[in-house]
C-alpha cells in the first residue's frame, strides 16, 4: 500500500484546511486510517483516526471539535478536515494505514503498518 498525502499550505489562525491522503491498493475499505503530525523539535503526535466503514472516529483534545476525519472507500481516500486552526497546529502531517484490526482506528502510531510522505500545515499568526 502506497500513501500519498496532499493539501498543505499556509494558512491564517482561524481559517481552514483540508488534507487528503491517497492510497493505492485494493484493500484500502478494509483498513483503519490515521492521521499524525509532528512539529519542529518535537515528537510524533496522534491527531485523529477512524475506522474501516467511516463509523467509528477518534481525535486528540487538542483537535477536537476543531477536525473532522472521513474517508470516501471508493476513492481510496481519507480526509481531515481541520477548521478554526491555530498556531499550534503548524506541523508537517502524516497519514497511516492501519493493515489489521480495521474497526479499530488505534492512536498508537506502533499500529500502524503504511505512512504515507507527509504534507506541511503552517498556520501564521
Known amino acids: 500500500v502506497q500513501l500519498q498525502a496532499s493539501g498543505g499550505g499556509l494558512v491564517q489562525a482561524g481559517g481552514s484546511l483540508r488534507v487528503s491522503c491517497a492510497a493505492s491498493?485494493?484493500?484500502?475499505?478494509?483498513?483503519?486510517m490515521g492521521w499524525f503530525r509532528q512539529a519542529p523539535g518535537k515528537e510524533r503526535e496522534w491527531v485523529a483516526a477512524?475506522?474501516?466503514?467511516?463509523?467509528?472516529?477518534y481525535y486528540a483534545d487538542s483537535v477536537k471539535g476543531r477536525f473532522t476525519i472521513s474517508r470516501d472507500n471508493a476513492k481510496n481516500t481519507v480526509y481531515l478536515q481541520m477548521n478554526s486552526l491555530k498556531p499550534e497546529d503548524t506541523a508537517v502531517y502524516y497519514c497511516?494505514?492501519?493493515?489489521?484490526?480495521?474497526?479499530?482506528?488505534?492512536?498508537?502510531?506502533?499500529?500502524?503498518?503504511?505512512w504515507g510522505q507527509g504534507t506541511q500545515v503552517t498556520v501564521s499568526s
Open positions: 497511516a494505514a492501519r493493515a489489521y484490526g480495521g474497526n479499530y482506528p488505534d492512536r498508537r502510531a506502533s499500529q500502524y503498518d503504511y
Open positions: 477512524i475506522s474501516w466503514s467511516g463509523g467509528i472516529s
Open positions: 491498493g485494493r484493500t484500502f475499505s478494509s483498513y483503519a
